[in-house]
């Protein structure tokens, strides 16, 4: 993959159903160049597929908080599986570094995540956490 590969992927996350003519205008490139790439990237099977994003209708209307988790690592897996019971956990991490597992959670007030916070805390192997408070997606490709 080259630059502008990596052009055509951006565009197409923004917007895949815009034309390869306008693709290619906003690219500064032939329209057959943008089509000849789509089609390559999609046989190499870096492009696996289109999909359509729908809109949360509570969205606007939630607090993100991401939480980071330093846990016993014997008891990663159990832990897994216990945050796979709050609704309010879009998506755990494993990450390096200081902490284990990274999560992401949204609820509607921050109250309610104040209160899972606690309750993630208290899981046994569970050594601490560390909670840090979404204000924006600047970047959110889904």
Request: with cysteine; net charge negative.
């Amino acid at each position: 993959m080259d630059d502008l590969d990596r052009r055509i992927i951006a565009a197409l996350q923004h917007n895949a159903r815009e034309s390869t003519t306008k693709l290619a205008a906003k690219l500064g490139v032939a329209r057959t160049t943008v089509h000849e790439r789509i089609t390559r990237l999609e046989d190499r099977g870096i492009i696996a597929g289109y999909t359509v994003v729908l809109r949360d209708p509570d969205e606007g209307n939630t607090v993100m908080v991401v939480v980071l988790l330093e846990v016993q690592q014997k008891e990663t897996g159990r832990i897994t599986k216990r945050l796979e019971a709050y609704p309010e956990i879009r998506q755990c991490l494993s990450i390096n570094g200081e902490y284990d597992l990274m999560v992401s959670a949204e609820a509607p007030r921050i109250e309610d995540l104040d209160i899972l916070v606690d309750e993630v805390g208290r899981i046994p192997g569970v050594q601490r956490t560390n909670t840090l408070v979404v204000f924006g997606r600047r970047i959110d490709r889904v």
